[in-house]
């Protein structure tokens, strides 16, 4: 049994097209059409058992392109998931881009949105034309997720190709298809006419007059299911080719009877319990049943064309053909319905056992186990973020609920911090009030020392009572957490943090100090980023410009190496860039750095005032230096907003008011720069890129051609420049598109 890399593992089987089976039929000449139309997304759509994966499977075997493929499923329905295995998928078929898939993830809409950008360059500057074929996409509902892909499909080259097969309609084809770029394959393709009917019936050695075969297909509708159904009741001599219907009443009746008859009851009850999971692997299905020969019944049943796949070449792990899974769940729902949460539960339990805790939240939380679920989440909170997926952690909570979440207060705090870290002001005060009125003795599972020491820490970044509050708090936590707790880095953050807004900068020093040595100990990116941005202001104020460039280098290197550049605490890292770029005089590199801090400064709201604060006041120092007035009193008109909800923030507020007085013009100066892009024009900015036109992007909008035009126009204006071209060049060197 593996007891390590089984995510890889996983993972690898998601991005390996499966093997191709014997006896199937082929449809080259379907492939050969839709290879030739030249477009570049093929859909294809069709329900259950019309038989989409095997002509992907046969595509993926059969073109000479580099072939890059990816399996869906559930747990994929995430921005943040699925941006990460596009773009790993593609790596596998285009290894030149290999590092694609660590950079394209991030903690909200905005980074995400680039992240689609970046694999779309990706695609664009392709070294060789490739085919990306990407199965069950109906798994797929966010909207989110479909929008993103539209924008990664609107930058396929010529010489390549996107497939997408789905049970239900596909969001992103229609416009495609209204431009020319994508033709879609349905039911009335991938039907079988009874030529290949006779061939089904050959490949189970049963013999079919032309007139039979003709029957079958036309009784079946053409339905590949049902055709091979039928071959599969001939071959049992049961009934004549030409009884089989596609009738689903039917279909069962025939899996009841006939299907499950050729089996021992041994068998038949272990195809019913394992189909209660997505994949299939021998030491798994072990664990589950509680048996030792999961693995050779596995590849009994594969050879006895049991309707049941195999994923890997080394036919490790395999799937049942999604009908014959259903068909499955359905018997053992009906004869043991109290068994199927059991099961799902012993899968939860061999996953989070061998080295694959997320795939284990995944089934648990479609159980009743809230309790346990709960306290995994906690306990993968802080690596989840880290990795660029709090959209997952996001997701998990919104699946457990805020019944659940009030039932494990430790829970309660880690979805309070995360608001915070995710820019959701609101909900992460309402979890701050919550945690307040109640109490919670055990050890968390997330790793702190106490949920006391927890609720400490969130209440000291809030800074709602004022920096005297602030203060008792952080020192509170700091104490609590001990050198091997993986909060302690953030706790001494918080600590210095509170010096800083009681006025003693050489003692934020000295714990920031701290703080970086524990932070790189532990592996904890943020607050390294945190710790050195810190030390580069405070020595910067103090005149240590050169002390303060290796801290602003160390702080760039973690963001950059970790892919941190859509989390708060950047904010503070580019700001301190922009700020030493400007000192230095490189000003192209204070307009790139001052670029990426205005896109950081999106998730730094009243819920962490003092990063906030103090982030938007270094950065207007830098535009105003700069000459980028109108983008200094911007930030702060923000800061004022904060300040109204969070007015007690110590030297801050003096600070302020200092800058401010600097700051009010004389008359009516409108400054060397105009304003920072807006969110609605940096959802426009992704699709600039790409070949498609103002209308078409007003399609994919979902907006009005006006609107999408003065968004554009802005764009340039913003960016200074006269051109798409101009404008998309300009934007990537500034970091606001990928390339």
Same mark, same amino acid.
């Given at each position: 049994m593996p007891t390590i890399g089984l995510d890889d593992t996983l993972l690898t089987v998601k991005l390996s097209p499966p093997r191709r089976r014997s006896g199937m039929v082929s449809r080259v000449a379907l492939l050969d059409s839709v290879r030739d139309a030249a477009t570049a997304v093929v859909g294809v759509t069709a329900p259950a058992g019309y038989g989409k994966s095997t002509l992907l499977v046969e595509w993926a075997h059969r073109d000479r392109r580099r072939v890059g493929w990816l399996s869906l499923d559930r747990s994929d329905d995430d921005p943040s998931a699925l941006l990460f295995l596009l773009a790993s998928a593609y790596e596998r078929a285009v290894p030149e881009h290999a590092g694609l898939a660590a950079v394209v993830t991030g903690p909200d809409a905005a980074a995400r949105g680039r992240g689609a950008a970046r694999i779309a360059s990706a695609f664009r500057r392709s070294p060789v034309p490739f085919i990306l074929l990407l199965d069950d996409l109906h798994e797929?509902?966010?909207?989110?997720c479909h929008h993103l892909l539209g924008v990664v499909l609107s930058a396929v080259p010529p010489g390549s190709q996107v497939v997408t097969a789905s049970r239900h309609e596909q969001p992103h084809l229609p416009s495609l298809r209204a431009a020319g770029e994508a033709v879609e394959l349905t039911t009335r393709d991938l039907a079988l006419d009874a030529s290949a009917a006779a061939q089904v019936f050959a490949t189970a050695r049963v013999d079919v007059t032309p007139a039979q075969a003709a029957d079958v297909a036309a009784r079946t509708e053409g339905w590949p299911a049902g055709i091979q159904l039928a071959a599969l009741i001939a071959r049992e001599g049961e009934d004549q080719p030409g009884r089989a219907t596609g009738d689903d009443r039917y279909i069962a009746d025939y899996l009841q009877r006939e299907v499950f008859r050729r089996f021992d009851p041994g068998i038949r009850d272990f195809l019913r319990r394992t189909a209660v999971l997505d994949r299939l692997h021998g030491p798994l299905c072990d664990a /589950?049943?509680?048996?030792?020969?999961?693995q050779d019944r596995l590849r009994t049943l594969e050879a006895s064309n049991a309707f049941i796949v195999a994923l890997d070449r080394r036919r490790e792990w395999y799937r049942y053909h999604p009908l014959f899974r259903e068909f499955l769940l359905a018997e053992l729902l009906r004869d043991d319905p109290e068994a199927v949460e059991k099961l799902q539960v012993r899968a939860a339990d061999w996953f989070q056992a061998n080295g694959a805790p997320a795939t284990a939240v995944e089934y648990l939380l479609i159980t009743q186990e809230r309790e346990r679920c709960a306290q995994l989440v906690a306990e993968l909170a802080l690596t989840t973020v880290s990795a660029g997926q709090i959209s997952t952690l996001q997701r998990w909570l919104g699946v457990l609920g805020e019944r659940t979440i009030e039932a494990y207060p430790p829970l309660a705090v880690l979805a309070g911090w995360v608001a915070a870290s995710a820019?959701? $002001? /609101?909900? #992460?005060?309402?979890? $701050? #009030?919550f945690v307040e009125e109640v109490s919670f003795d055990p050890t968390p599972t997330h790793g702190g020392a106490s949920f006391a020491s927890s609720r400490s820490m969130l209440r000291a970044m809030a800074c709602a009572s004022g920096p005297e509050a602030m203060m008792a708090d952080a020192e509170f936590s700091a104490a609590q957490e001990p050198l091997r707790s993986p909060w302690r880095a953030t706790a001494l953050c918080v600590l210095a943090e509170a010096h800083l807004v009681a006025g003693s900068p050489r003692r934020a020093r000295a714990v920031l100090r701290d703080a970086t040595e524990? *932070?790189? @100990? =532990?592996?904890?990116? *943020? #607050?390294?980023?945190?710790?050195?941005s810190g030390l580069a202001l405070v020595d910067m104020d103090l005149g240590c410009w050169d002390e303060a460039a290796e801290h602003v280098g160390l702080a760039l290197r973690t963001v950059d190496q970790h892919h941190l550049e859509d989390y708060a605490c950047s904010l503070l890292a580019f700001a301190a860039a922009a700020r030493l770029a400007v000192h230095r005089g490189n000003l192209p590199e204070a307009d790139r750095q001052l670029a990426r801090a205005m896109r950081a400064r999106a998730a730094a709201t009243y819920a962490l005032p003092c990063l906030a604060t103090r982030g938007r006041l270094q950065l207007a120092k830098a535009c105003w230096t700069r000459g980028g007035h109108s983008d200094a009193r911007r930030l702060l008109g923000e800061i004022d907003?904060?300040?109204?909800?969070?007015?007690?923030? *110590? %030297?801050?507020?003096?600070?302020v008011g200092e800058l401010r007085t600097i700051t009010t013009p004389a008359g009516n100066d409108a400054g060397a720069h105009? @304003?920072?892009? %807006?969110? =609605?024009?940096?959802?426009?900015?992704?699709?600039?890129? %790409?070949?498609?036109?103002i209308a078409d992007i007003a399609q994919r909008l979902q907006l009005s051609r006006n609107t999408v035009a003065s968004e554009v126009s802005a764009i340039y204006r913003k960016l200074g420049a006269t051109s798409r071209g101009e404008a998309v060049d300009r934007a990537t060197f500034l970091g606001l598109l990928g390339g």
């Amino acid at each position: 049994m593996p007891t390590i890399g089984l995510d890889d593992t996983l993972l690898t089987v998601k991005l390996s097209p499966p093997r191709r089976r014997s006896g199937m039929v082929s449809r080259v000449a379907l492939l050969d059409s839709v290879r030739d139309a030249a477009t570049a997304v093929v859909g294809v759509t069709a329900p259950a058992g019309y038989g989409k994966s095997t002509l992907l499977v046969e595509w993926a075997h059969r073109d000479r392109r580099r072939v890059g493929w990816l399996s869906l499923d559930r747990s994929d329905d995430d921005p943040s998931a699925l941006l990460f295995l596009l773009a790993s998928a593609y790596e596998r078929a285009v290894p030149e881009h290999a590092g694609l898939a660590a950079v394209v993830t991030g903690p909200d809409a905005a980074a995400r949105g680039r992240g689609a950008a970046r694999i779309a360059s990706a695609f664009r500057r392709s070294p060789v034309p490739f085919i990306l074929l990407l199965d069950d996409l109906h798994e797929l509902r966010s909207p989110e997720c479909h929008h993103l892909l539209g924008v990664v499909l609107s930058a396929v080259p010529p010489g390549s190709q996107v497939v997408t097969a789905s049970r239900h309609e596909q969001p992103h084809l229609p416009s495609l298809r209204a431009a020319g770029e994508a033709v879609e394959l349905t039911t009335r393709d991938l039907a079988l006419d009874a030529s290949a009917a006779a061939q089904v019936f050959a490949t189970a050695r049963v013999d079919v007059t032309p007139a039979q075969a003709a029957d079958v297909a036309a009784r079946t509708e053409g339905w590949p299911a049902g055709i091979q159904l039928a071959a599969l009741i001939a071959r049992e001599g049961e009934d004549q080719p030409g009884r089989a219907t596609g009738d689903d009443r039917y279909i069962a009746d025939y899996l009841q009877r006939e299907v499950f008859r050729r089996f021992d009851p041994g068998i038949r009850d272990f195809l019913r319990r394992t189909a209660v999971l997505d994949r299939l692997h021998g030491p798994l299905c072990d664990a /589950v049943l509680g048996e030792r020969s999961s693995q050779d019944r596995l590849r009994t049943l594969e050879a006895s064309n049991a309707f049941i796949v195999a994923l890997d070449r080394r036919r490790e792990w395999y799937r049942y053909h999604p009908l014959f899974r259903e068909f499955l769940l359905a018997e053992l729902l009906r004869d043991d319905p109290e068994a199927v949460e059991k099961l799902q539960v012993r899968a939860a339990d061999w996953f989070q056992a061998n080295g694959a805790p997320a795939t284990a939240v995944e089934y648990l939380l479609i159980t009743q186990e809230r309790e346990r679920c709960a306290q995994l989440v906690a306990e993968l909170a802080l690596t989840t973020v880290s990795a660029g997926q709090i959209s997952t952690l996001q997701r998990w909570l919104g699946v457990l609920g805020e019944r659940t979440i009030e039932a494990y207060p430790p829970l309660a705090v880690l979805a309070g911090w995360v608001a915070a870290s995710a820019g959701q $002001a /609101v909900v #992460a005060q309402r979890w $701050a #009030a919550f945690v307040e009125e109640v109490s919670f003795d055990p050890t968390p599972t997330h790793g702190g020392a106490s949920f006391a020491s927890s609720r400490s820490m969130l209440r000291a970044m809030a800074c709602a009572s004022g920096p005297e509050a602030m203060m008792a708090d952080a020192e509170f936590s700091a104490a609590q957490e001990p050198l091997r707790s993986p909060w302690r880095a953030t706790a001494l953050c918080v600590l210095a943090e509170a010096h800083l807004v009681a006025g003693s900068p050489r003692r934020a020093r000295a714990v920031l100090r701290d703080a970086t040595e524990v *932070g790189l @100990a =532990a592996g904890d990116t *943020g #607050a390294v980023v945190l710790s050195e941005s810190g030390l580069a202001l405070v020595d910067m104020d103090l005149g240590c410009w050169d002390e303060a460039a290796e801290h602003v280098g160390l702080a760039l290197r973690t963001v950059d190496q970790h892919h941190l550049e859509d989390y708060a605490c950047s904010l503070l890292a580019f700001a301190a860039a922009a700020r030493l770029a400007v000192h230095r005089g490189n000003l192209p590199e204070a307009d790139r750095q001052l670029a990426r801090a205005m896109r950081a400064r999106a998730a730094a709201t009243y819920a962490l005032p003092c990063l906030a604060t103090r982030g938007r006041l270094q950065l207007a120092k830098a535009c105003w230096t700069r000459g980028g007035h109108s983008d200094a009193r911007r930030l702060l008109g923000e800061i004022d907003d904060i300040l109204r909800r969070r007015p007690e923030l *110590g %030297t801050l507020v003096e600070q302020v008011g200092e800058l401010r007085t600097i700051t009010t013009p004389a008359g009516n100066d409108a400054g060397a720069h105009d @304003a920072p892009l %807006t969110p =609605a024009e940096l959802r426009v900015l992704p699709y600039l890129p %790409t070949h498609l036109r103002i209308a078409d992007i007003a399609q994919r909008l979902q907006l009005s051609r006006n609107t999408v035009a003065s968004e554009v126009s802005a764009i340039y204006r913003k960016l200074g420049a006269t051109s798409r071209g101009e404008a998309v060049d300009r934007a990537t060197f500034l970091g606001l598109l990928g390339g």
